[in-house]
C-alpha cells in the first residue's frame, strides 16, 4: 500500500480471503505479515549484493554470454550488441544523442543477472534504471531507457516518450521481429510463444506517439529501410551471431532476385513433390 500523502510504500499490506475466519482475521494476517517479512528481508539482501558493484561488469557481461535468447539467435549478449548497432542507425530519425542510446543498450539487459531480478523476475528493468541511477555519471536518460526499452508492455501501457528510451525500445523489438521472421519463429493463430505480436504492436504505437517516421519495409531495396539495418547484424560482413554464414548467406541470395526451385534429379528416386511454381516469393523482403 502507499501513503496518500507521501505517494511513498506504508508499513501495511492488504490480503483477501474466501473464509470467514472465526477471530476475525487475525491469524490470516499474521501469517501474511511473516510470509512477507521474510520477502522483504530477501529483497533487503540481494538488493545489498547488488548495489555493491556497477551495473556493468564483466562478470555479469559473462554471464549474460552464457544465457542463451534463442539456439539460433545466440545469446543475450549477441542481441544486446545487435540492438546496440541497430539503435546507432536509429539515433539518425528520432534525434537521440548516439553516445548515450551505445551507453544504455550495453546496460539494458545487465540487470537480468542481478540477485535481485534473480529472485524477483518482475522487477527486470526497474532494478537495472535503480543500479544505474546510483553509479555516478550516468545520465537520467540512460536509466530510464534500461526500464522504458521493454514497453509499451501491453495496450493500457505507457509508451516512452525519451529519445534514447524509445530509440532503444524501437531497436530492441524491431530485432526481435526480424531475427524470429527470419528464422521461421512467425506467431499462429494460436500461438505467440516469443510475443511477437506484442512486439509489433509496440513498435507502432511508439512510432505514433512520438510522431517518429522511420522506413520499415517500404523500399526495402534502397538500403536506408530498418529492416535491413535488422539484417545486417546477422550478415556474414558484420559477423553478427550464430547465423553468421547461414542467414547472411541466404539473404544476399534471396533479395537478389527470384528464388528457383531445384529441379528433381533424375537419379532420384524420391517420389515426385506436388507441382509448385518456378519460383517463390522471398521470405524476407516479399520481392519475387
Same mark, same amino acid.
Given at each position: 500500500?502507499?501513503?496518500?500523502?507521501?505517494?511513498?510504500?506504508?508499513?501495511? *499490506?492488504?490480503?483477501?480471503?474466501?473464509?470467514?475466519?472465526?477471530?476475525?482475521?487475525?491469524?490470516?494476517?499474521?501469517?501474511?505479515?511473516?510470509?512477507?517479512?521474510?520477502?522483504? %528481508?530477501?529483497?533487503?539482501? *540481494?538488493?545489498?549484493?547488488?548495489?555493491?558493484? @556497477?551495473?556493468?561488469?564483466?562478470?555479469?557481461?559473462?554471464?549474460?554470454?552464457?544465457?542463451?535468447?534463442?539456439?539460433?539467435?545466440?545469446?543475450?549478449?549477441?542481441?544486446?550488441?545487435?540492438?546496440?548497432?541497430?539503435?546507432?542507425?536509429?539515433?539518425?530519425?528520432?534525434?537521440?544523442?548516439?553516445?548515450?542510446?551505445?551507453?544504455?543498450?550495453?546496460?539494458?539487459?545487465?540487470?537480468?543477472?542481478?540477485?535481485?531480478?534473480?529472485? *524477483?523476475?518482475?522487477?527486470?528493468?526497474?532494478?537495472?534504471?535503480?543500479?544505474?541511477?546510483?553509479?555516478?555519471? %550516468?545520465?537520467?536518460?540512460?536509466?530510464?531507457?534500461?526500464?522504458?526499452?521493454?514497453? @509499451?508492455?501491453? @495496450?493500457?501501457?505507457?509508451? @516512452?516518450?525519451?529519445?534514447?528510451?524509445?530509440?532503444?525500445?524501437?531497436?530492441?523489438?524491431?530485432?526481435?521481429?526480424?531475427?524470429?521472421?527470419?528464422?521461421?519463429?512467425?506467431?499462429?493463430?494460436?500461438?505467440?510463444?516469443?510475443?511477437?505480436?506484442?512486439?509489433?504492436?509496440? *513498435?507502432?504505437?511508439?512510432?505514433?506517439?512520438?510522431?517518429?517516421?522511420?522506413?520499415?519495409?517500404?523500399?526495402?531495396?534502397?538500403? %536506408?529501410?530498418?529492416?535491413?539495418?535488422?539484417?545486417?547484424?546477422?550478415?556474414?560482413?558484420?559477423?553478427?551471431?550464430?547465423?553468421?554464414?547461414?542467414?547472411?548467406?541466404?539473404?544476399?541470395?534471396?533479395?537478389?532476385?527470384?528464388?528457383?526451385?531445384?529441379?528433381?534429379?533424375?537419379?532420384?528416386?524420391?517420389?515426385?513433390?506436388?507441382?509448385?511454381?518456378?519460383?517463390?516469393?522471398?521470405?524476407?523482403?516479399?520481392?519475387?
Amino acid at each position: 500500500m502507499r501513503d496518500p500523502k507521501t505517494k511513498g510504500l506504508a508499513p501495511h *499490506f492488504v490480503v483477501v480471503a474466501n473464509i470467514e475466519a472465526k477471530d476475525g482475521g487475525k491469524a490470516i494476517a499474521a501469517g501474511n505479515a511473516r510470509v512477507l517479512s521474510a520477502r522483504l %528481508n530477501d529483497a533487503q539482501f *540481494f538488493w545489498k549484493v547488488d548495489t555493491a558493484t @556497477p551495473l556493468y561488469t564483466e562478470e555479469r557481461k559473462a554471464k549474460l554470454e552464457k544465457i542463451v535468447f534463442h539456439q539460433k539467435l545466440g545469446s543475450v549478449w549477441d542481441k544486446v550488441e545487435r540492438v546496440k548497432a541497430l539503435a546507432e542507425e536509429l539515433c539518425a530519425v528520432t534525434g537521440a544523442d548516439p553516445k548515450l542510446v551505445r551507453e544504455a543498450a550495453s546496460l539494458c539487459k545487465m540487470d537480468l543477472v542481478t540477485e535481485t531480478v534473480g529472485e *524477483f523476475p518482475e522487477l527486470q528493468g526497474q532494478v537495472g534504471r535503480q543500479l544505474s541511477a546510483l553509479t555516478k555519471g %550516468n545520465h537520467e536518460s540512460v536509466a530510464a531507457a534500461i526500464e522504458d526499452h521493454y514497453r @509499451p508492455l501491453g @495496450p493500457n501501457d505507457r509508451v @516512452p516518450t525519451d529519445k534514447v528510451a524509445l530509440t532503444l525500445a524501437l531497436a530492441d523489438k524491431l530485432d526481435s521481429l526480424v531475427g524470429f521472421w527470419a528464422i521461421d519463429e512467425k506467431p499462429t493463430g494460436s500461438s505467440d510463444p516469443y510475443a511477437l505480436r506484442r512486439a509489433a504492436l509496440g *513498435f507502432v504505437r511508439i512510432l505514433l506517439t512520438n510522431n517518429v517516421r522511420v522506413q520499415v519495409g517500404a523500399g526495402a531495396h534502397v538500403g %536506408n529501410s530498418a529492416i535491413i539495418h535488422a539484417l545486417s547484424a546477422y550478415s556474414v560482413e558484420k559477423g553478427g551471431g550464430p547465423l553468421r554464414g547461414g542467414l547472411g548467406q541466404q539473404r544476399r541470395a534471396v533479395c537478389a532476385g527470384p528464388v528457383r526451385l531445384p529441379r528433381r534429379s533424375p537419379e532420384s528416386s524420391a517420389p515426385r513433390p506436388r507441382q509448385a511454381p518456378r519460383s517463390r516469393r522471398c521470405s524476407l523482403c516479399a520481392r519475387r
